[in-house]
């Protein structure tokens, strides 16, 4: 069955009314609102993943897909989609549902497309695409490096501030050294230039042996400045949105000698040749996860949980956590290259 067909027959199970259908799966996403392209997405690669194991094995349950956004009460939507057939709900995605989920758990496994906390929430497992799981791996690359003075670039913006707490917290506690913050600032004249070299005229700089870029968006713009004004350039760090997989390997080079983690599915993309039929999903984090809830789902009515090679990265299911380990690379040539302390990289 063609991928445009698994989605046309989906989309009509959806839609059917309830009482003509058993669905033993209940999927919870806001598929309208300001999250319905994400939600889609998430949809598109759960689908995948179900139609890969409904061609092996027919007796596979059935899906039904429910909008999350017309429900600020989760408990009344959760009313309607958990029948006497239903075994597992998948979802829901905002944190504000999951939260009422943990505190009124249904009497069926789920898997929350998210993570309000780290606690065991019983027969809830906690699923999230955090960037914050990237630091702990890509902090074991810079150790193997021999990397221990660490000097932390970043922009004045929360989404940068998030990074560096997580990064620097976890830094510290194995024992590495921080150098004082610099913050990046831009001009309309000259970019992030003067802000780079005003850095690298720092004695602080001359410290660090390696540079954290908690703003990942300026790697296009900080990398090939920081090779350029450095005789020798340290190595730089930062989170996998430093690199778009979508560009090309040219555009890519100016990013070379960058290490990051992140999904295997963005740097190993030729391993998941199912988005073949769809091409615009081969590099959609969404869709990842999507497709990585659907392999987890299968475990959840299981008492033994085997770790999972995911296209997210190796997923372990343990105490009512979804525990994500992305993989790290470096890039070469514009392209990133898997490092050898990589994990969850291989199908």
């Given amino acids: 069955m ?10 009509a199970l959806a839609t059917t009314p309830i009482s003509a259908i058993a669905a033993e799966i209940s999927v919870l996403l806001p598929l309208t609102g300001a999250t319905a392209k994400a939600s889609e997405s998430i949809r598109d690669g759960l689908l995948a993943g179900y139609y890969q194991a409904l061609a092996v094995d027919k007796a596979s349950p059935s899906l039904h897909f429910y909008d999350t956004t017309p429900y600020p009460d989760l408990k009344s939507l959760l009313d309607i989609a958990i029948s006497e057939d239903t075994t597992l709900i998948i979802g829901p995605l905002m944190k504000e549902h999951v939260t009422q989920l943990l505190e009124h758990a249904p009497n069926v496994p789920v898997l929350a497309l998210n993570r309000v906390n780290n ?3 019983g027969g809830v497992w906690q699923f999230a695409l955090a960037p914050e799981e990237e630091s702990l ?3 074991a690359m810079m150790k193997q490096a021999g990397i221990k003075r660490v000097r932390t670039l970043m922009q004045a913006d929360a989404n940068s501030e998030r990074l560096r707490q997580s990064f620097e917290q976890l830094w510290t506690a194995q024992g590495g050294e921080l150098l004082p913050v610099f913050k990046l600032t831009q001009t309309d004249n000259d970019g ?8 690298l005229a720092e004695p602080q700089t ?17 990398m090939p400045l920081l090779n350029f ?21 040219l555009e890519r080079q100016d990013l070379n000698g960058l290490g990051f983690c992140g999904l295997p599915s963005l740097i ?7 988005t073949d039929d769809n091409p615009t999903a081969k590099f959609d984090r969404f869709y990842a996860f999507g497709a990585d809830a659907w392999s987890i789902s ?3 009515t299981h008492s033994k949980k085997h770790p999972i090679a995911g296209r997210t990265g190796l997923l372990n299911l343990i105490d009512g956590q979804v525990q994500r380990t992305p993989a790290c690379a470096e890039v070469k040539d514009g392209k990133a290259t898997l490092s050898q302390t990589t994990v969850g990289a291989s199908r």
């Fill in 137 to 139: 791996p890509l902090i």
């Fill in 192 to 199: 992030l230039t003067a802000s780079i070299k005003q850095l």
């Fill in 229 to 249: 004004y450095q005789r020798q350039p340290i190595p730089v760090y930062s989170g996998s949105q430093s690199y778009d997989a979508e560009k090309s390997q």
């Fill in 2 to 11: 063609s991928w445009t067909r698994c989605l046309a027959v989906a989309l």
């Fill in 119 to 121: 606690s065991n929430g």
């Fill in 298 to 300: 299968k475990q959840l």
């Fill in 268 to 274: 190993t993309p030729q391993k998941w040749t199912d």
């Fill in 206 to 222: 001359a410290k660090a042996q390696a540079f954290y870029l908690a703003s990942p968006q300026l790697s296009l713009y900080a």
